[in-house]
DNA sequence: GCGTAGCGAAACTTTAGCGTATCGAAAACG
DNA sequence: CGTTTTCGATACGCTAAAGTTTCGCTACGC
C-alpha cells in the first residue's frame, strides 16, 4: 500500500497527536477529581476547559467518561511504599508515612472516593481499581505483619485483617478529623506515634 | 388587623399544611441519601417522586436544596451511645458496637459521606453538621478514655487524638474493606475483638 | 356553605451537558 | 510546496433535569 515498512513504525501521515494536550487532559480531570467532583457530575466540558484543549481532542481519544476515568487513575498509581526491611516497625511507618501522604493529598482521595462511592454505580471501574492500586497495598501491609510474626516482632495470634484496618484506618481517621482544619499542620512524625502506640498497645501494663 | 389574637396562634386561615406530606419528603430525602447520592446529584424531582408528592409542596416549605437537607439531617440525629459504665473495656466495646452499626446503616453512613465529601462546596452544612453530630461523639469518646486513664485501666501517656482515631478508624475501616463484600458477613463479636486487641497491642510481650 | 390556602399533577421555560460537525490554522511528511 | 491529520474554537440539535407556574380539587375555619 504505502512506501513506507508497516511492519515496523507504521507511523501514520498527518500531524502527529499532541502529548502535550494529552497531558493537559489527564491532569485537569484528575485535578477535577481531587476536588471532589463526582463520576457523576465530573463532565466533559469542565474537562476541556481546563485543559484549555476542544472537545474534539478529547473525543478522539477516548469514547467516553469510563475509559478517560481509567486512563488518567492509572496515571496516578503512585509507586507502592519503599521500606527498607531492616525492622517490622520501621516499615510499618515508612508504610503510614506513605499513606498519610496519599490521604493529604487531592489527587490520590479521589481514587479512594470513587472506590467508595460510585462502587454500585460503576461496578467494573471500581473493580479495576481495586485489583489495581487497593489489592497489591493491602497484599505488602499483610506480608508485612505475617514477617513480623514469623520473627517474633508481631504476636502469634494477631487478627491480621482486623490489624490492616486498625493501621491504616488510625492514618485515615486521624486525616479525616484533626488534619481537616490544616493539612499542614499534622505532626510529622504522626506515624511513628501511631505506630509505636498500636506495638504498646492502649492498656496500661 | 384581623380579628384573631395575633400574640399568640396566629393561626393561618385555609387548609393547614400536611404533616404526613412533609414526613414523606423527609424520608425520601434520607432514603436517597442513604443511597449514595451525593448533594449535588439530588435532585427535587427525585425527592417529589419518591415521596409521592408534588414539587410544589416541597418549594412550599424549602426555599433550596441546602435548607430541606439540613432539616432531614436533624431529625436523623441518633442517640448518643449508652454506656454501662462497668469498665472502660465493656463502653468501648458498647461504643463501637454503635460505631458498627451506624458504619453499616446507609442513612447514618450518608451523614459521614457528606461531612468528608462535600466540605469544600458547602462549608456551613457541614459545620453545622460537624457540630450537632460528631463533636458530641468525640467528646463522649474522650471523657471515656480520661476516665479509663484515671482509673489506670487506660496507659498514662496515651495519645488520646490518636488513640480514638485508632478506635473509630478501626470499625470504619474494616466495615469499609472487609464489609465490602457483604454488610452481614460481619462478625457479630468484631467491636469486642477490636478493642480487646487494641488493648493489648499488636507487638508480641 | 364560603373563602382561603394547601394538595398533586402536569405544562412551561431555562439551563447544562453530550456528541457531532465544521472551520481556519498548524504541524509533520514526502 | 502539497497532502494529510490534528489542533482549538464554535455552533448545532438533542436530552435530562431544574425550578416555576397553572389548574382542578380538597380540607379546614369562620
Redesign the interface.
Given at each position: 500500500m504505502t512506501t513506507t515498512d508497516e511492519t515496523q513504525a507504521a507511523r501514520p501521515a498527518g500531524r502527529p497527536r499532541s502529548a502535550r494536550a494529552e497531558k493537559a487532559i489527564i491532569d485537569a480531570t484528575l485535578d477535577l477529581m481531587g476536588?471532589?467532583i463526582?463520576l457523576?457530575?465530573l463532565s466533559i466540558e469542565a474537562i476541556a476547559a481546563r485543559a484549555g484543549v476542544g472537545k474534539t481532542t478529547i473525543y478522539r481519544r477516548w469514547s467516553n467518561k469510563e475509559d478517560l476515568v481509567v486512563d488518567a487513575l492509572a496515571k496516578l498509581k503512585s509507586p507502592l511504599p519503599e521500606m527498607g526491611g531492616r525492622s517490622v516497625r520501621e516499615d510499618l511507618i515508612a508504610y503510614l508515612e506513605v499513606v498519610r501522604r496519599d490521604a493529604c493529598d487531592a489527587r490520590s482521595r479521589c481514587v479512594l472516593?470513587i472506590a467508595?462511592?460510585?462502587?454500585?454505580?460503576h461496578p467494573r471501574l471500581v473493580e479495576r481499581i481495586r485489583q489495581a492500586t487497593i489489592e497489591p497495598r493491602?497484599a505488602v501491609m499483610s506480608a508485612l505483619l505475617q514477617r513480623g510474626i514469623a520473627t517474633?516482632?508481631?504476636?502469634?495470634d494477631?487478627?491480621v485483617?482486623?490489624?490492616?484496618?486498625?493501621l491504616?484506618?488510625?492514618?485515615?481517621?486521624?486525616v479525616?478529623?484533626?488534619g481537616?482544619d490544616g493539612v499542614d499542620g499534622l505532626p510529622h512524625d504522626?506515624a511513628e506515634?501511631?505506630v509505636d502506640?498500636?506495638?504498646?498497645?492502649?492498656?496500661?501494663?
Open positions: 476536588e471532589g463526582s457523576a457530575e472516593n467508595m462511592n460510585d462502587a454500585e454505580r493491602r517474633g516482632e508481631i504476636r502469634a494477631l487478627d485483617p482486623v490489624a490492616m484496618a486498625t491504616v484506618g488510625t492514618v485515615m481517621w486521624y479525616r478529623s484533626v481537616l504522626i506515634r501511631i502506640q498500636l506495638l504498646a498497645g492502649l492498656a496500661s501494663r
